[in-house]
């Protein structure tokens, strides 16, 4: 069963999401505040996918976020934010969620955007290579355990970064347009924005990036999309 925690403090958003998720076929964890979500995270280790909504009392979506993706969990993770909230989108990012979905939303977006991510995580984005790994130095990536080290140390990366990361890798020096990317990730039926592209593109920057402010590994293609200068 395909389980998935839904942290939400509203109990008529939290009934519509659980119904509609339960509708698609997820056996859903319910939680209303983020403490309670992240002992339910504890109670049921096969959850592979948050909802987190980013206007809490107490401990915040933000804050849950941190502290599954400090915890090196592979969960996937979706922030739920107000139209309003521009910023919370972008933070809720970088602090390490997948994707967000703007209320108010539709069934149909929801489970869209829930449905993609679930791929994502299974890895269908992210074909095997010829052998389990690509070694370009200081880099290697293991196809096989989906992990990536630069010059033999890990980098912690999430299953989304990591998708990205392999695009990169198996595409060196060649310019990927942050359409083609973000249809290769994310897929055809993504409802959301481009910028979510140039987030993880960030993200990734201060992971990989000897200087993240000056980044030579993953460059900027100016009004196209981006190179990665490995290989």
């Not at 991510?117 to 293991?142: C, H, K, T, V, W």
């Amino acid at each position: 069963m395909r389980k998935v925690l839904v942290l939400e403090d509203e109990d008529s958003i939290r009934s519509f999401v659980v119904l509609n998720l339960n509708r698609a076929g997820y056996e859903t964890v319910e939680a209303s505040s983020g403490e309670e979500a992240l002992e339910k995270l504890k109670q049921n280790p096969d959850i592979r996918l948050a909802l987190l909504d980013v206007m809490l009392p107490g401990i915040d979506g933000f804050e849950v976020c941190r502290q599954i993706r400090a915890s090196d969990s592979k969960v996937g993770i979706i922030m739920l934010t107000a139209r309003t909230q521009e910023m919370d989108k972008v933070t809720g990012l970088m602090t390490g969620a997948d994707d967000y979905v703007t209320k108010p939303f539709s069934p149909a977006e929801l489970t869209a955007r829930v449905d993609a991510l679930y791929r994502r995580l299974g890895g269908e984005s992210a074909p095997a290579s010829n052998g389990d790994e690509i070694s370009q130095p200081p880099f290697l990536l293991n196809c096989h355990n989906r992990v990536l080290f630069k010059n033999g140390k890990r980098i912690k990366l999430t299953q989304v970064e990591y998708s990205v990361m392999h695009l990169f890798m198996t595409n060196p020096r060649q310019p990927i347009s942050r359409e083609e990317i973000l249809d290769r990730i994310w897929g055809r039926e993504y409802y959301g924005e481009v910028k979510i592209v140039d987030v993880n593109v960030r993200r990734l920057r201060l992971k990989v990036e000897d200087d993240p402010t000056n980044p030579s590994y993953i460059t900027t293609v100016w009004g196209f999309g981006y190179k990665w200068n490995v290989g």
